[in-house]
């Protein structure tokens, strides 16, 4: 990341993302390097289509399937079951659309972290 005047330009080309009240206005790839929040949107995208998993977040209103600082990645999502973990915790699995393809995944409730997997299930509804 390197400053020019007051506008910070992040190793990707593009200026800091609008901060949050919980966000920087960027994120940091493997190797330290800085991107907007876009391009961090399009790297996770595209390493979910050749992976086929991904960590994310479930929306405060558990309708979207987002990044950490709010990028939607769907907005298809069906909330299969909720439960508690061995611990007592919050457990939520779900499916969601994302290129015409259904994934499917876990997490510990609306507004948190979770994993998902692409599936072979033609129909979020199967």
Do not use: N
Not at 11 to 24: D, F
Not at 96 to 124: C, E, H, N
Request: hydrophobic share 30%; aromatic share 12%.
């Amino acid at each position: 990341m390197r400053t020019e005047g007051t506008d910070t330009v992040l190793y990707c080309g593009h200026k800091e993302s609008e901060r949050g009240s919980i966000t920087v206005g960027y994120g940091v790839d493997k190797d330290g390097k800085a991107h907007c929040y876009a391009c961090c949107l399009k790297e996770d995208l595209r390493f979910m289509r050749r992976v086929g998993r991904c960590t994310a977040y479930l929306s405060e209103d558990s309708r979207k399937i987002t990044t950490w600082p709010g990028e939607v990645i769907s907005d298809k999502v069906l909330i299969l079951s909720k439960g508690r973990d061995s611990f007592g915790g919050e457990r939520t699995y779900f499916r969601f659309m994302f290129d015409g393809q259904v994934w499917s995944g876990f997490g510990m409730g609306p507004g948190m972290y979770l994993r998902a997997k692409r599936t072979k299930i033609k129909s979020l509804y199967a």
